[in-house]
């Protein structure tokens, strides 16, 4: 089956810093979600992005389908950013209902 | 709008003991469904996907089953719960291939 790999694994930031996560994906896809897995173990959606780019504040994705590869931005960090990132994939031409995910980025913003 | 919700919250079983968690979508129809684990540590194992009622697809050979007695009703079970079920337990909804997933707010379930 498809594989989602992200990196880093872990990171830690001073608050203030800017990042960059990094989702990585075996197969075609024909969905790609970005979650943010709070503290309390909710996942909250960040982005569907497929493929282009979206922004949402201070936070923006970018996903090059060709490339197998998407891109999380997260400027200007803020404590309130800590939590786990996870990216999400569905296989173009697999079981298509199957939503696969990554290994996910500990966050860590520190004051 | 459409909502999810799942329940209980938080659950602590003994070893042996059956389980039942229930997962219900509002405000759409034939919704994929899904229920997924969290195990300690980050990663989000699929346990079971269904496309509609009666169709459940399984992912990992495991202690645990999944029905869809209604369209939007998804509920996971076991017959005798394992150390090793402790873990976080998440449904999601999604519409189809090309749409988004919603997540409901999870289970943390120990067997103790």
């Known amino acids: 089956g498809i594989q989602v790999e992200q990196s880093p694994p872990d990171l830690i930031l001073q608050e203030g810093a800017n990042s960059t996560l990094r989702c990585n994906f075996s197969?075609?896809?024909?969905?790609l979600q970005w979650f943010h897995q709070n503290p309390w173990g909710q996942l909250i959606n960040l982005f569907y992005i497929p493929s282009g780019t979206k922004q949402n504040g201070r936070l923006s994705a970018t996903t090059v389908a060709t490339e197998r590869y998407s891109l999380l931005y997260i400027s200007s960090s803020q404590t309130t950013d800590s939590g786990v990132y996870f990216c999400?994939?569905?296989?173009?031409?697999?079981?298509?209902?199957?939503?696969?995910f990554g290994t996910g980025t500990l966050l860590a913003v520190q004051p | 709008s459409q909502t999810i919700h799942q329940w209980p919250a938080t659950l602590v079983q003994p070893v042996g003991s059956p389980l039942s968690l229930e997962c219900t979508v509002e405000?759409?129809?034939?919704?994929?469904l899904y229920w997924y684990r969290q195990a300690a540590g980050r990663g989000l194992q699929l346990l079971f996907y269904s496309v509609g009622i009666g169709q459940i697809s399984s992912e990992v050979p495991q202690n645990l089953s999944a029905s869809r007695p209604q369209d939007r009703q998804f509920i996971l079970s076991s017959k005798k719960l394992l150390l090793s079920d402790s873990g976080f337990y998440l449904c999601?909804?999604?519409?189809?291939?090309?749409?988004?997933?919603?997540f409901g707010q999870g289970t943390r379930l120990t067997v103790v």
């Open positions: 999400a994939v569905k296989n173009y031409g697999g079981a298509t209902n199957k939503l696969i």
């Open positions: 197969d075609s896809v024909n969905n």
């Open positions: 999601a909804w999604t519409l189809g291939v090309n749409t988004e997933a919603f």
């Open positions: 405000g759409t129809s034939n919704p994929n």
